[in-house]
């Protein structure tokens, strides 16, 4: 079996059996051809059967897309389609061995995560028209999702019973199904006990439980919040990806900033892991060392 049909079998099963996306299929295609074509020209155009490439040919490859300055995610992404071409040739009986198994995923640089300052979040939800139904709706969702830091899918997931008004509460369901109760501020709990009494206006279908509607009276879908988010974020950023997550990080930067302790902003965010919540101390590490420079008189000296 020669690397080119076994390529072309492959993709086809992409195709025909697991019916990828054509834009996942196409990413595929490209990296094991450009693979071929390395091979090919290593080997003066003749075709180089399958059971023939070993873990070194994978490996120097790589190493040459690397020192071409190819990016740690493109190269991650290579090697994920590596691993799933030669499982495919192993199970296919065409070759003995996987040489892809032993390959070592560059370690990524996690970006740091997007944030508004205080005075920012202020403004956008100064500019939001609260004359409408609609106003009362995106104003109650911007403070509920700054006001407790949660994801989009647990705002979206909320029901009507999740809400506990007199204990100033919300009940969330995250990842892995897992809930948690999340404290709400006094000028969250007041933008949506306005919302709640306006719900009605947006004639709900009938037993709908979801907290927060649509204009067709049913659930309020992601897109619909990604959208309104971006809208309203976008009057005082002008920062490229405004989405729930920005306010998400706000709100735990924000509460670092004020001194919060770190694990007590692990579990308001519903983090696992506290390494995942440590990422946004480098945001306000940044900023003081900025502050510092800035205020003290021997910084630069």
Partial sequence: MTLQKAIHDFINHLETVKHYALHTIKAYTN???????????????????????????????????????????????KIATFRAFFKFCLRSGWINQDPSTTLVFPKLDKPLPQFLNEQEILNALKTVNTDTREGVRDRAILELFYGTGMRLSELVQMNIADLDFQSGTVRVIGKGSKDRILPLG?????????????????????????????????????????YIVKRWLAVVSEKTKLSPHVLRHSFATHLLDRGADLRAVKDLLGHESLSTTQVYTHLTVDRLRQVYKQAFPRAEE
């Fill in 186 to 226: 006094q000028q969250c709990i007041r933008m949506l006990r306005i919302y709640s009494d306006k719900r009605e206006a947006f004639k709900p279908v009938f037993n709908e439980p979801a907290f927060f509607l649509n204009l067709s009276g049913k659930r309020l879908s992601a897109r619909g919040v990604q």
């Fill in 31 to 77: 990296d094991l051809m450009q693979f071929h074509e390395c091979m090919d020209n290593k080997h003066q155009k003749f075709s180089i059967d399958i059971d023939r490439i070993t873990k070194d040919n994978i490996q120097n490859y790589l190493s040459g897309l690397v020192r071409y300055g190819m990016a740690k995610r493109t190269i991650s992404r």
